[in-house]
């Protein structure tokens, strides 16, 4: 019998990422279950050719899915993933020059959010044989460089296949970096055009079906021991709960955790579904977007138990949430970047799951006293009773985003997803959405990418079709994100693939709005607004004629608009219910009040302001800003240089 295969580079990488499969635990699933693709002639005769062939001979092998970005495709990936817990993700491929560049974007989030994505670039010639080819970037200090050369920072893993003979070590190091929990990140393999089409023989051992196991490392024995030793030790603890979590699939080993201890536990952005909003230990969200529950347990923790979190500074706070000077962080993470930070003298390398059933067997019997568990449940009630107000219908024309999120809560299902990235929504999500489901919140907020909603919303609603999920995904856009990148509705409608989408038009940037006032430079650039030749600028009240639910409506997208008018957040609770019980993909227009903010939740975001200005408000914010960074905490040490 033959041991090899006549087929070009394109046919074996396809076939090759067919047969690949990842197991954790008893979950067995396809790490590549799909190619998303936009063709051009860098990959139109090669992997182009490969998904036609097998399209016509085993459809259902290689699935080919075509995007209207190819931005958008990696975004895709990164929701599908994290519906499958990072277990699986898709394939995307584009031409060389501007198609391979425009993936860029999405490299780097996936990379920055540590979830995985196959990034499958063209390249120009191997050859050279023509160079320079159409699209291609030329360096005269080095021709060899590429496009695709911008990769290798983004991407977990980077390589070239420059020969045939490449692709076989070049496609099993890919697959390994993309299960591995701890290095997991956009793999990038770039696929000169000649190549892809070169025939080779193709080793039958390459083509078969092969199993990626998921490593569940348990904790080091004197690892846990010190971390034991140090949460028995602590009066005031606090469990900080990120994505680690949510992807070990460990939120079930949380709640008993925490309930065998009392520990009260905050999430992070993507550890938001860890523990449900309703249990008696949830405190809400941590950092400069958290509540104020979780913030106050966090400044007196004398012990942080991080688990799965990669310690961003909206977490901490830019370092002003822990505010005891004998904090320790007990970071469990099953990458030791992430373990060692806040210069951790105990981290314990683990997977999540592992290491709370390991914290749980060596805590047993020890609890915390009731006068905090008192303390979790007054905090927790005063939390809740503030996001009831923030929710109350007010009856105005132009409701606040709070009211909004109100809204579409109360029209959501528990198991409904909400996606989000960018702007002002992820702050008011993370301290206001309630999150009923381990799955219900996907909020992009490590590269917080505008533009990253409606494409990651259809990742993940794919993600859940593939699994015979048939809860709904709801996106929520403000007008800015949306100007992004939007165009992923055609592929909804394309593939009738059904997307709720809350589309919040407040005529500007409302976050950095926000953000600009509170640094002097009183929302200067951030408003849509007609042009003022005169003053030079676009502070002026003259209104863009832009119809953003038309443009939607072109799309073939089902649009519902709000009129600004007395009773809007109503017919936006009834337009979400509508939506729901529909079976096509539906857009909701809704024009908001962006001065209408969420409960303050005594967080802090470190955004330097201009140390020397001639504007009076500069002037004002840097004077309160100095003020403020007084809080921050030094890695080691006591700090002097920030405080005024």
């Not at 159409?134 to 070239?160: C, H, I, K, Y």
């Not at 995904?473 to 909804?492: H, P, R």
Request: aromatic share 6%; with cysteine; proline share 5%.
């Amino acid at each position: 019998m033959p041991s090899t295969r006549r087929m070009t580079v394109g046919q074996a990488l396809v076939e090759f990422l067919a047969r690949q499969w990842t197991v954790d635990g008893d979950t067995r699933e396809r790490t590549i279950p799909g190619v998303l693709g936009i063709f051009g002639h860098g990959n139109v005769a090669g992997l182009g050719q490969a998904l036609a062939q097998l399209n016509v001979e085993q459809p259902e092998l290689m699935p080919y899915h075509q995007a209207r970005n190819e931005q958008a495709m990696v975004h895709q990936s990164v929701g599908f993933a994290r519906m499958h817990r990072r277990r699986a993700t898709f394939a995307s491929t584009a031409s060389v020059g501007p198609g391979a560049a425009n993936m860029l974007t999405g490299a780097a989030l996936a990379t920055t959010n540590r979830m995985p994505a196959l990034l499958l670039p063209s390249d120009t010639f191997a050859t050279r044989v023509a160079d320079p080819v159409l699209q291609q970037l030329e360096q005269p200090w080095d021709t060899g460089m590429t496009v695709n050369d911008a990769f290798r920072p983004l991407s977990r893993f980077f390589d070239r296949v420059q020969r045939p003979e490449q692709l076989y070590s070049i496609a099993l190091s890919a697959m390994r970096v993309l299960t591995d929990p701890a290095d997991t990140g956009a793999v990038t393999i770039a696929l000169p055009e000649d190549v892809q089409a070169e025939a080779v023989d193709v080793p039958l051992e390459f083509l078969a079906e092969r199993e990626w196991h998921v490593r569940r490392p348990l904790p080091e024995r004197a690892a846990l021991s010190r971390a034991i030793e140090a949460i028995r030790g602590a009066r005031r603890p606090l469990v900080i709960a990120g994505g680690g979590v949510i992807y070990s699939g460990a939120e079930e080993r949380l709640r008993v955790f925490a309930e065998a201890t009392g520990i009260a536990v905050a999430t992070t952005q993507a550890g938001g579904g860890a523990l449900t909003w309703d249990h008696p230990q949830y405190l809400g969200g941590v950092g400069a977007t958290g509540s104020t529950a979780a913030n106050r347990f966090a400044a007196d923790a004398d012990v942080v138990i991080g688990i799965g979190t990669r310690y961003s500074d909206f977490t901490t706070g830019s370092r002003t949430v822990f505010q005891n000077p004998q904090v320790r962080f007990v970071n469990i993470n099953v990458a030791p970047f992430d373990a060692y930070k806040h210069g951790s003298a105990l981290p314990v390398i683990a997977d999540a799951r592992e290491a709370l059933a390991a914290l749980a067997e060596g805590l047993r019997g020890h609890g915390t006293s009731a006068e905090y568990r008192e303390r979790t449940a007054r905090e927790k009630k005063a939390w809740d009773a503030a996001v009831d107000g923030a929710f109350s219908p007010s009856g105005r024309a132009l409701p606040g985003q709070p009211e909004i999120i109100g809204a579409v809560h109360a029209a959501s299902a528990p198991r409904d997803v909400i996606v989000q990235a960018a702007g002002s929504l992820p702050g008011d999500l993370h301290k206001l959405w309630r999150v009923r489901d381990p799955l219900g919140y996907h909020v992009e907020y490590a590269f917080s990418c505008m533009g990253y909603e409606i494409a990651g919303g259809l990742g993940a609603k794919r993600g859940l079709i593939a699994d015979g999920d048939d809860r709904d995904v709801i996106v929520m856009v403000g007008d800015g994100s949306y100007l992004m990148l939007n165009t992923e509705l055609v592929t909804a409608v394309a593939e009738g693939i059904k997307l709720i989408v809350v589309l919040v038009e407040n005529h500007g940037y409302a976050s950095i709005g926000h953000l600009s006032e509170t640094v002097g430079s009183q929302r200067f650039g951030t408003q849509y607004r007609a042009y003022d030749a005169e003053r030079r600028n676009f502070q002026g009240e003259e209104l863009l004629p832009v119809n953003l639910a038309a443009n939607a409506r072109s799309y073939g997208i089902h649009v519902v608009e709000i009129a600004p008018e007395a009773g809007a957040v109503d017919r936006l609770r009834d337009a979400v219910a509508a939506a729901k019980a529909s079976a096509e993909s539906t857009l909701i227009h809704i024009n908001s009040d962006p001065l209408i903010y969420a409960p303050d939740g005594e967080g802090w975001w470190d955004v330097p302001v201009a140390e020397v200005s001639t504007l009076p408000s500069t002037q004002r914010a840097r004077a309160e800003y100095e003020t403020l960074i007084g809080a921050q905490r030094s890695l080691l040490g006591e700090n002097t240089e920030n405080r005024a």
